[in-house]
């Protein structure tokens, strides 16, 4: 049985952890990255956070390097990521 059940609302997305019980909000930006993951397993940094700018068809310079860190650290803590 899985651990997340996953429900999106158009860009966002609520995630209920079925272990702790614990509900989780992710913004756009988490779930383009957790998407992307999903995707392509192994994917270097900078070309995650290239293709989570080109989803939202911004300039690289518009959602900043931090901010996709700072959504992977999200997503890590909340356990949908495994910490490399």
Not at 31 to 43: R, V
Not at 56 to 73: G, H, K, R, V, Y
Request: proline share 5%.
């Amino acid at each position: 049985m899985a651990r997340f059940l996953i429900k999106a609302f158009g860009p966002e997305a609520i995630v209920f952890d079925i272990a702790s019980g614990d509900t989780h909000a992710l913004s756009p930006l988490a779930l383009a990255l957790y998407s992307i993951c999903l995707e392509q397993p192994g994917i270097a940094l900078a070309e995650m956070h290239a293709s989570a700018v080109a989803c939202f068809d911004l300039a690289t310079d518009e959602i900043s390097f931090a901010n996709t860190q700072d959504a992977l650290t999200h997503l890590r803590r909340i356990g949908l990521l495994s910490t490399p």
